[in-house]
């Protein structure tokens, strides 16, 4: 796979998009929820190695470039030139001798091609390109003649993964103060400097490898580095210095839906080499170019996945410097580095949280004993006063909807600035991408920012997008609009829930925003988890008061994982809204509650239509001649009683007289209707 045009390019990785092992969310039916879980291992992905120490043996320097650096840029001069005084205190008297290896690179196809540096991108021709520029920097060089097949590609061709089995090469390799790996596929460098083994030949084609040992040119590497010596690389050059689990491709997308599969692919899925890279950073695991391609997602994924705590991702003209003695880093170049602490993250394979995010600008330093960040500059703490950020729609940057870049990144340093607690930002909105995703910072007690973009501490979520419907009926009279009670009485109400989200719930609680009721209730929280899909019913009782009231029900949950630990992301409340008719209190008013019946027997569902001179309704009144609807809202006919007991176009009377009127009407109307059945 090509890269970019050679000036734009050098140090760029050739991204091979990867990823599999579809991991959904699993049904759940209502239930207890369960106490937060551990995360657990997901299908299909690798068996968690060992969690990597570092050895207080270790001696030497890496320095971890993000890729994208170019001769004449002044922080890839810089880096370059960081590279070369690390050498000079390896060498001591000497000048600096650098290995190159370019074996990342696609094997050059013909001489012509091999032999122009400036021009195209191959592992011979690369291994002049960076030859030149270590050299303007006064240091000697040495390519290394190595690619990643074995014999001639064309006649003559001094490239061959053949010589990582060089005694010769292996020595002239000995001999150097630093060893710089080039940009391309990290893939490349595994098949061409260590002898790897696989389970079966199955995961052997497709480099699933358990177990490696080293070429002697590999040997030799070794030997400069613990010498106290130089390992120094650019994209694919920076991935390959991690252990086990190293990264082999996969977009963010489809890293977060289908979750991680062992070996390579020439697809974006998500996976991983189990056996790993070269082993030289012991200190989690590696992720190159990496916000300004969103790979946040997808490492955290691998990260969970793989049972690795720390992750660290590289920006572009961006290099960690690490001291591996010390167990220290410091960041120089143009941007900033990623810390994603997975230590304490909870998964069930589709959302996770409690991942800490930390980016760390120029002039920033790492303790990795400890895991201290020393931000640059000035460094903050509590909230900032700028405006909260917008939510993106397209966080990860999806050639989907728009394709842009920082879109994680920004959304943290937005929020850090900003007077705001939390920030949220959700993937894009296409067929090709569903179901979507929401990712979610949080402000911690211990995050702190710094004025270039630096932070530490964020809570960090990714889940799917919970969400909900919620419906109220009259228990017992599910589709009977404006049921009538007595007032005074317990309305019995069931409210539904069905999750629209992608994630499960928990936690639904009811709480009434009542209006025409004289105070608001609120139950307890419901224990049931609902999955995606899946639906709930819930019981509550409201004091009906005299007349019509229409009870606002505000019904609010907790999104969860499946193993129910809470994932911290903010669950819209929804509102379901009954009405009802509280009718009097007297014998007879309490006679006709459930019928609502009019002198005349005409009635319907939401209140009765009384039609004779004088009559008198449990229902409400909008006032005289008020037609009766929905809402039991008026009583219709000459001289009818408005439910405050005053009259409209009647002889008013005293309210003992009209009670006992309205009463024997209605005693009147009951037996013409028993007469008449």
Not at 154 to 159: E, I, L, R, T
Not at 237 to 252: E, N, R, Y
């Amino acid at each position: 796979m090509p890269l970019p045009p050679r000036r734009a390019r050098l140090g760029t990785a050739v991204a091979v998009a990867l990823t599999a092992g579809a991991l959904c969310a699993t049904a759940i039916a209502p239930a207890a929820t369960a106490a937060p879980q551990p995360r657990a291992a997901e299908p299909n992905a690798p068996a968690a190695p060992a969690a990597p120490t570092a050895s207080t043996a270790q001696n030497g320097s890496i320095v971890l470039i993000g890729g994208a650096i170019k001769p004449g840029e002044v922080n890839s001069e810089a880096i370059i030139q960081r590279i070369v005084d690390l050498a000079k205190q390896h060498a001591g008297d000497k000048k600096p001798r650098i290995a190159i290896v370019t074996t990342a690179s696609e094997v050059a196809p013909n001489a012509t091609e091999a032999a122009d540096g400036n021009t195209y991108d191959n592992a011979t021709a690369n291994g002049l390109y960076y030859s030149d520029w270590f050299a303007a920097h006064g240091a000697d060089v040495y390519a290394v003649p190595v690619d990643v097949n074995p014999g001639e590609d064309y006649p003559g061709d001094p490239y061959s993964a053949d010589n990582a089995k060089s005694a010769a090469v292996a020595q002239a390799v000995r001999d150097s103060d630093a060893v710089y790996f080039g940009g391309g596929d990290q893939i490349n460098y595994v098949r061409a400097f260590m002898d790897c083994t696989a389970p079966d030949q199955a995961a052997a084609d497709i480099y699933a490898f358990t177990s490696c040992t080293d070429t002697p040119v590999m040997a030799a590497i070794r030997e400069v580095v613990e010498s106290g010596g130089v390992t120094a690389g650019t994209s694919a050059g920076l991935t390959i210095q991690q252990g086990a689990d190293m990264i082999s491709g996969g977009d963010p997308y489809p890293s977060w839906r289908d979750g991680a599969t062992v070996g390579w692919f020439e697809d974006d899925r998500l996976a991983s080499i189990p056996s790993g890279g070269f082993g030289f950073f012991t200190e989690g695991m590696l992720d190159s170019h990496f916000a300004r391609r969103d790979r946040q997602p997808r490492i955290v994924r691998l990260a969970i996945a793989t049972g690795h705590d720390r992750s660290f991702g590289v920006e572009e003209k961006t290099a960690l410097v690490v001291d591996r003695a010390a167990r220290t880093g410091e960041v120089i170049g143009q941007l900033g580095a990623s810390l994603l602490d997975t230590s304490a993250a909870t998964s069930d394979g589709r959302n996770a949280a409690g991942v800490r995010y930390s980016y760390f600008t120029t002039g920033s330093t790492i303790d990795f004993a400890t895991g201290a960040i020393t931000l640059a500059g000035t460094a903050h703490s509590g909230a900032g006063s700028a405006e909260a950020p917008a939510a993106p729609t397209d966080i990860w940057g999806s050639y989907e909807c728009e394709g842009g870049i920082f879109g994680t990144l920004d959304l943290a340093q937005g929020l850090v600035k900003s007077s705001a607690s939390t920030a949220t930002g959700d993937t894009c909105d296409s067929p090709a991408e569903s179901p979507r995703f929401r990712t979610t910072f949080t402000r911690t007690a211990d995050t702190r920012w710094n004025d270039d973009g630096g932070f530490t501490d964020l809570a960090m979520s990714i889940t799917g997008i919970p969400s909900f419907s919620a419906v109220a009926s009259a228990t017992g009279s599910v589709g009977t609009p404006n049921p009538q009670v007595p007032a005074g009485s317990q309305a019995g109400i069931t409210v539904t829930v069905t999750n629209t989200g992608g994630t499960p719930l928990t936690g639904f609680r009811i709480a009434s925003e009542a209006s025409g009721s004289s105070a608001a209730a609120s139950d307890p929280a419901s224990t049931a988890v609902v999955a995606p899909g899946g639906t709930l019913q819930l019981q509550t009782t409201r004091t009906v008061a005299e007349g019509p009231q229409t009870f606002a029900l505000r019904i609010t949950a907790t999104a969860v994982d499946a193993n129910g630990a809470e994932l911290g992301v903010e669950t819209a409340p929804q509102t379901a809204s009954i009405a009802f008719v509280g009718v009097g209190t007297g014998a007879e008013a309490n006679a006709n509650a459930g019928s609502g019946a009019g002198a005349n027997g005409a009635s319907d569902s939401g209140g009765s239509n009384a039609d004779a001179k004088g009559s008198a309704t449990g229902s409400a009144s909008a006032g005289a001649n008020g037609a009766a609807d929905g809402s039991g809202s008026g009583a219709k006919g000459q001289g009818s009683l408005a439910q405050t007991g005053a009259p409209a176009d009647g002889v008013a009377l005293p309210a003992a007289g009209l009670l006992l009127l309205a009463g024997a009407v209605a005693l009147i109307a009951r037996r013409r209707l028993r007469a008449r059945a």
